[in-house]
């Protein structure tokens, strides 16, 4: 609770319906219809997470609101979003997405079940306007898995450097893998 940054709390929602979303303020909530719905693959529920904490660390609800697109989801007296609106939602789930497959697999769990839940959710659901279409988002994840794939050891290395005390080459290593993976969320890890 003392290190910088947003304090995220989970909130689960005793409804059916698949929910899962972040709110202003560090706030998860996802609903038991999702949990249930992952309930057998940990890592799905890991990835989703994963994504809705990256929505929060990366303060999208900021940048959408300075851009003026904050709310435009909303239907009750407003204009139709723009199509300037929809890309600047659809970039930011995309890489939500992206730190959201790093974020599980830093943690442990197997991101590739990523693909197999935004399917899912998207075939439960069914898409909508400020989400990008389910192919381009399982492509766009399958591409950041093989990223994280080919240098997951290096952070693993990091991680073994740091847990038998030789701090100085800890930090090169975990820089190294910071150049690949620029995020304040890989320190965040080490700590």
Same mark, same amino acid.
Not at 92 to 115: H, K, V
Not at 162 to 182: I, N
């Given at each position: 609770?003392?290190?910088?940054? =947003?304090?995220?709390?989970?909130?689960?929602?005793?409804?059916?319906? =698949?929910?899962?979303?972040?709110?202003?303020?560090?706030?998860? =909530?996802?609903?038991?219809?999702?949990?249930?719905?992952?309930?057998?693959?940990?890592?799905?529920?890991?990835?989703?997470?994963?994504?809705? &904490?990256?929505?929060?660390?990366?303060?999208?609800?900021?940048?959408?609101?300075?851009?003026?697109?904050?709310?435009?989801?909303?239907?009750?007296?407003?204009?139709?979003?723009?199509?300037?609106?929809?890309?600047?939602?659809?970039?930011?789930?995309?890489?939500?997405?992206?730190?959201? #497959?790093?974020?599980?697999?830093? &943690?442990?769990?197997? &991101?590739?079940?990523? !693909?197999?839940?935004?399917?899912?959710?998207?075939?439960?659901?069914?898409?909508?306007?400020?989400?990008?279409?389910?192919?381009?988002?399982?492509?766009? !994840?399958?591409?950041?898995? &093989?990223?994280?794939?080919?240098?997951?050891?290096?952070?693993?290395?990091?991680?073994?450097?740091?847990?038998?005390?030789?701090?100085?080459?800890? #930090?090169?290593?975990?820089?190294?893998?910071?150049?690949?993976?620029?995020?304040?969320? /890989?320190?965040?890890? /080490?700590?």
């Amino acid at each position: 609770g003392r290190r910088p940054g =947003v304090a995220l709390e989970v909130h689960v929602l005793e409804t059916p319906k =698949v929910v899962a979303q972040a709110l202003p303020g560090g706030l998860v =909530v996802v609903s038991r219809g999702l949990v249930e719905l992952a309930r057998s693959d940990e890592h799905a529920l890991a990835f989703i997470l994963g994504h809705e &904490a990256a929505h929060l660390l990366r303060d999208h609800h900021g940048l959408l609101g300075s851009l003026g697109v904050l709310g435009a989801g909303s239907t009750t007296g407003r204009a139709p979003p723009s199509a300037e609106q929809v890309r600047a939602y659809q970039a930011m789930e995309l890489e939500a997405d992206r730190l959201g #497959a790093l974020f599980s697999a830093l &943690a442990g769990y197997q &991101a590739s079940s990523a !693909i197999r839940v935004l399917l899912t959710l998207t075939a439960r659901t069914g898409p909508d306007l400020f989400h990008p279409n389910p192919q381009e988002r399982a492509s766009a !994840i399958r591409e950041r898995l &093989a990223e994280i794939t080919e240098h997951l050891e290096v952070f693993h290395l990091g991680l073994f450097l740091t847990g038998v005390g030789r701090y100085l080459e800890a #930090a090169r290593v975990l820089e190294h893998f910071l150049a690949l993976f620029p995020s304040r969320e /890989v320190l965040s890890a /080490v700590g």
